[in-house]
C-alpha cells in the first residue's frame, strides 16, 4: 500500500525534511581533509538532538543487527551505509553523508557527496556531477500520472550517458511516517516489471547510487558498509520529494521557489 500523505501529516513531513535538510548541510559544511567520520558523525548527533529530532538510523535493524551511527559516511569505492570511525577524510576524497531524521512523527531523508578541500581527479569531478544531475532528472519524472519506472529510466538514461553505472541492490523508497515505505524506487528499469503509477501526495526517497565503473557492490565484514566491487569511485545523492498536482516539491530543498529554479 502506498501512503498519500495530506493536510497536517504534509506539513509534519515538510518540516521533518527541512530538519534533515539542515543537518545534512551542516554536516557536509564540516567535511574536511584531517577530520574523522567520528568526529563527524558526533557533529551530527549534536546538530540532530539541537532540532529536537532523532536519527532515523540508529538503531535501524535489519536481521539482527542494528545500526550503530547516527549517520551513513560513505568514502571513494564506499557506496552506501559506511559507518563513522577513526579513518581521518584526506584531500580529494569522495565524502558521501547520508541524513534521515524522525521529527513530528515523519521522516525526513537527504544524502549528498561531497570532494573534501577539493576535486582535483576528472573522472570523480565528472561522477559527482553526473549524480546529481542523474537526481534532478529523476525528480523531474516524479509527476503525478507518471509512473515510478520513469524516475527510474530518467536517472538510469543520464548516469549511463555519462559512462558510469547505477548500483541495483540497493533502490530509493516510499518514506513517511517510516523511513521505508512503498514503493520502491529503483534507479534501473526492468522491462515488463509493474510499476506503480505517480499520484499527488506521494512521498518518494530518489536517490541514485552511481559507480565510476561496474555495477556491481559487495558488503564489507562489519555487516553494513556496501563498496563497489572493483574499488572504483562511487556517488550518491538523495532528495525526499512530493508529488503534486503540478511540478514536484523538493521537501528537502530549502527555500523551493520553483522547480526551474531549484538548487540542489
Ligand atoms: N538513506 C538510506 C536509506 O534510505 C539510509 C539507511 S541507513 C540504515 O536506506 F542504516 F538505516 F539502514
Ligand atoms: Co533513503
Known sequence: MIVIKTG???????????????????????????????????????????????SAFLGYRVGNLKYPCHTCISINEQVVHGLAGPRRIAFGDLVSIDVGVYYEGFVGDNARTVAAGGCTDPVAARLLEATETALQRGIAAALAGNRVKDISRAVQQHVESQGFSVVREFVGHGVGR??????????????????????????????????????????????????????????????????TEGEPEILTCTNQTSFALKVS
Open 178 to 243: 517510516h523511513m521505508h515505505e512503498e514503493p520502491q524506487v529503483p534507479n534501473f528499469v526492468e522491462p515488463g516489471r509493474p510499476s506503480p503509477l505517480l499520484r499527488p501526495g506521494m512521498t518518494l526517497a530518489i536517490e541514485p547510487m552511481v559507480n565510476a565503473g561496474k555495477p556491481g557492490v559487495k558488503r564489507l565484514k562489519d555487516g553494513w558498509t556496501v563498496v563497489t566491487e572493483d574499488g572504483s569511485l562511487s556517488a550518491h545523492f538523495e532528495h525526499t520529494v512530493l508529488v
Open 8 to 54: 497536517r501529516d504534509l506539513e509534519a513531513m515538510r518540516a521533518a525534511c527541512r530538519v534533515a535538510r539542515a543537518v545534512l548541510d551542516e554536516v557536509a559544511a564540516a567535511v574536511a581533509p584531517g577530520v574523522t567520520t567520528q568526529e563527524l558523525d558526533d557533529y551530527a548527533a549534536e546538530r540532530i538532538k539541537h532540532y529536537n529530532a532523532r
